[in-house]
């Protein structure tokens, strides 16, 4: 079965810090991308990085890093240097080979100042 | 650069009525996609439409519809409205439908049913 896993329902970090958003995943398909969104309190779904199966290296955007070890099937976000404007939602999310976006149950994002 | 465009943004309707929700994909984009996201919940996908025909289906209700048009806009038809069906209602584009790649989301709308 395809199945996005995030245990983290919740977390709190200091700003300035770094910080680890832990995704796990399931697929049978040999080709399929992963991704990070992040979702504000007005709703709108931001992309932040995508990662392909067949990528060699881990993905990088700014201050996002994507932490992808194909072996334990686990694809987690790292954020450095967090700052306040990273209070959020954020979704772990795949889409396999048949297209559709599953998504995890997200981890909320706290910065504390 | 263009994005997913999707109207209205706010939808307020009554029990047992209709909504129509509205997207425009990223120019050059054939496959349209939607995804419903209750409070508190992870978005769910609904359809998708490659090249104007229904290229999967997820847990969409009987009650609900959907189409892509010539101009490869999609609406989403949705009748006897339930309170359950209030949600953010996404819609996203891609170019083609090869698997992997990444998928625009719109700004989504949010539909209240009271």
């Known amino acids: 079965a395809q199945k996005i896993t995030q245990t983290q329902p919740g977390m709190f970090v200091q700003e300035k810090e770094a910080v680890t958003l832990d995704c796990t995943y399931d697929?049978?398909?040999?080709?399929?991308?992963l991704f990070w969104y992040k979702q504000p309190s007005s709703g709108e779904m931001i992309f932040l990085i995508y990662q392909g199966s067949y990528d060699q290296q881990n993905a990088t955007e700014g201050r996002y890093s994507l932490n992808f070890q194909k072996a334990r099937k686990s694809a987690n976000l790292v954020i450095s240097a967090s700052q306040l404007g990273d209070s959020a939602m954020y979704f772990c999310a795949m889409r396999p080979r048949d297209d559709k976006i599953i998504f995890g149950k997200g981890t909320r994002l706290h910065i504390l100042p | 650069a263009a994005g997913v465009i999707q109207s209205p943004r706010h939808l307020i309707k009554e029990k047992r009525e209709t909504a129509t929700l509205k997207c425009y994909p990223i120019p050059r984009h054939d496959t349209v996609y939607w995804y419903q996201q209750g409070p508190g919940q992870d978005p769910q996908f609904l359809i998708s439409f490659y090249e104007k025909m229904q290229s999967d289906k997820g847990s969409i209700p009987d009650r609900f519809s959907a189409q892509q048009f010539s101009d490869y806009h999609s609406e989403l038809n949705m009748s006897s409205l339930e309170l359950g069906d209030s949600a953010l209602y996404f819609c996203a584009s891609s170019p083609g439908t090869s698997g992997g790649g990444e998928q625009f989301f719109g700004p989504g709308t949010r539909l209240t049913v009271l």
């Open positions: 697929t049978s398909d040999p080709s399929y991308g």
